[in-house]
């Protein structure tokens, strides 16, 4: 049996988007399972980390959508949204100090 060819970046580009439109669908458990395929693929997928982030917070998993958040920070420092995001995450679960870093 030949090995299983390497997924490519186009392969978790894919699984984003199904993850999106689950999420906007309300189905969150199989949003966040596809949003783990594509980090799996590409855990430099920035889109991605932002995106299930923000499941997590809606979810209430603030500390998880944190870890998500700087993540997503640290692949693009020039974008705003993830240090917003993460600052009211970090209000949620009263870091009050991390949030304003992050404002």
Request: hydrophobic share 45%.
């Amino acid at each position: 049996m030949a090995p299983a060819a390497p997924a490519s970046t186009g392969d978790a580009h894919g699984h984003a988007t199904r993850a999106q439109a689950l999420a906007k669908s309300g189905k969150t458990d199989e949003a966040l399972a596809e949003f783990d395929r594509a980090i799996a693929i590409d855990p430099h997928h920035a889109e991605a980390l932002y995106n299930r982030g923000l499941l997590y917070q809606r979810e209430r998993q603030h500390q998880l959508a944190v870890d998500d958040f700087t993540s997503a920070n640290g692949l693009t420092p020039q974008r705003a949204e993830p240090l917003l995001a993460r600052a009211i995450s970090y209000l949620a679960i009263d870091k009050i100090k991390e949030a304003a870093a992050d404002l």
